[in-house]
């Protein structure tokens, strides 16, 4: 009896789910439709990378109604090529965006399997026919937070707990570097390695660490607030340590500690590259010199740990009172600088470039001559630390 | 009342097997199929789209080939390691270290040798490394009475770290503009796929025939004979004067050497470079222990067990794609279907009777 009942009110929810399936699915549009596949490294609620990009995707998809999207989240670098495959033989995407650095060579061997679909590498540097690259880099608004720390610090020693020694995360802890040092030329910068993207308890040993050293103002790149949260708790306990929120807005979980931060918005560079391809100037013929690069010029890089706040209103009077010698500006404010800088990055780099020479790096060597700015192409191979920076990067 | 209460069972035969799993199978499903509901998707069709994913499409099948071929050689490594209880938990660390030795043999003699030199040189460096990886927890076992599953696990650890040391130093490629990661490995050490899939044969064919010879092996030699006896009754092990350091070594570099020709399929036939360990192996070592205890350690049926497994993981991939639902969810679906299938293995040695009726 009991098992006849449990048969017939299984049968009702598969009939019910049914129904319900089928009520959701719209009416296809008669109009021509592009579907892109997004392939994530980490789950989308990591509150950094991968939940930045998603943002983008969702940006995108409003805007376009002709646009349809896939996503796959918490995709080993090792399994990249199977994901792709799928999302082109069995989802039709016409576009694949692959959102991880480790996604590099898969997207270049797919790239030689679908000649007819365009792929789409984020962060890395091989391109063909089908497959291009674009990327949104922080380092400016590092050097802005870099600013704030040595304007803000009492130790004259800042922190930065940092991913993997790769020339994104070099380039990052160099502009804060050079931003400390224009705000505090007696600062240095010391830096912990963690080796992960997602690493929040390793995060915290780091922060941890920093701390004990004595540094009291942390930057960081990982994909969770853990650097924030030890910086909180410190605060709160009477010791204020100053953090910098790192791809998303992570202030609410500091309010007494995060400054500012870096904060990336990919919503018009997705829409950008979809559009250019909806609309047929990008084929898969053309992508060989398709390297997006989007900095504050552009608004995909933000300062601010909050979307609407660029520094948090709690340290703006500690900021507004802190005075700096500027070789540009004469005795100027740090929290007056730190907007000039910003008004400055967002007319472009030909106005205001951090790595504008003379730049040494820390064992005295001369790498830009004085008045010659980095091309792109040294900032995304940088491997030097700059005078300012302690330690060396590690072999 | 509901009395029950359980029996051993003695009559095990192959066809009860097969409908213990079976039955494990379909009630897991029907769990599954809740989890589904209460997600809002139909569970017909995500079953059917897993099944589609991994087993019933030729695209899906050939990636469940793909994925199948180092848990087999891993799996099959494991079931003769668990026979004679030595819990290896190192064999991730075991395929790191394969995959090192293969590349340093690549990148050195690969210029120089042709492919039929120089492919199974690179394999039997891969083994070599495994294997040394492998034996290093069996002496210190043997010797020092220390616990094999502390120091195959953090082994693990230690190869990964010297991997990434290796590919962030003296190893970092010219090709890579400062990013860590060798340069690709030269064109004769690339092993030849399967045309329209990335089914590298070679280690395909080794895993099958590793996995044959072995159950040999464990079933028909005195070595087998001896591994087996250490595990089940070690006491009459030494009564009847079995080396243990001996047997232990041999079946941890056997075990570990396995692993090891997993690494250079990796390396040699799916990423042709050595990066960091995660873009090297997605867990089979771990994901390889399972493998082996579904194929009720025997090697042969870990070819199945490598099989069903890898069909799963892959098969997984619809739940996110096709179904859009979060990557959790492909977790929590295979960790279902495991604990149902071990699950089954207690009914299989067990029976259970249930009396319905008043007692008194």
Redesign the interface.
Known sequence: MKTKLFAVALFF??VF??M??SAGVPDAAAEKKLKAGFIYVG??GDYGWSHAHDMGKKYAEEKFPWLET?????V????S???I???I???KCDVVFTTS??YM?DTVKAGKKYPDNILMHCSG?KRSANVGTYFGDLYQMYYLNGLMAGALTKTNKIGYVAA????ELIRHINAYALGVKAANPKASVDVKWI?AWYGPDKAKEAAEALIAEGCDALAFTEDTPAVIEVGQDHSEKGKQIYTFSHYSAMQPYGEDSVVSGQYMDWGGIYATILENIYNGTWTSKNMEDKDILWLAKEKAAILGGTPTDPVNPKFVPALKAAMIDSPEFGKISAYDLVMKRYEQMKQGREVFEPFTGPIKDNKGNLKIKAGEKASIGDL????YYVDGVNGNI?? | MIQITTSDRYNITAARSLMTSLGAFAAGLLVISIIFLAAGVNPLFAISEIFLGSFGSAYGFKETVTKAIPLILIGAGLTLAFRAKFWNIGAEGQLLMGAIFATWTAQTFGEALPSVLIVPLVFGAGFLGGALWGIIPAILKIKYAINEVITTLMLNYICAEILTMLIVGPWKGKTRFGFPGTDNLPESVILGVIPGSRIHYATLILAVVSAAVLTVVIYKTRFGYEARVVGENPDAGKYAGIDFLKTSLILMAISGGLAGFAGVGEVAGIHHYLGYPASVSSGYGFTAIIVAWLAKLNPLYAIFSGLVFAGIVVGGDAIQISLGLPAATVQIVNGILLIFLIMGDYFLHHKVHIRFGKTN
Do not use: H, K
């Open positions: 929810t598969f789910s049914f319900l399936i789950p989308v896939v996503i796959v989240e918490s080993a670098e090792s399994d090529m199977r994901i495959d799928r999302l033989q069995q989802q650095f480790g060579d540097f993997f020694p790769i020339p080796y995304m191979s940088i491997m590690p072999q």
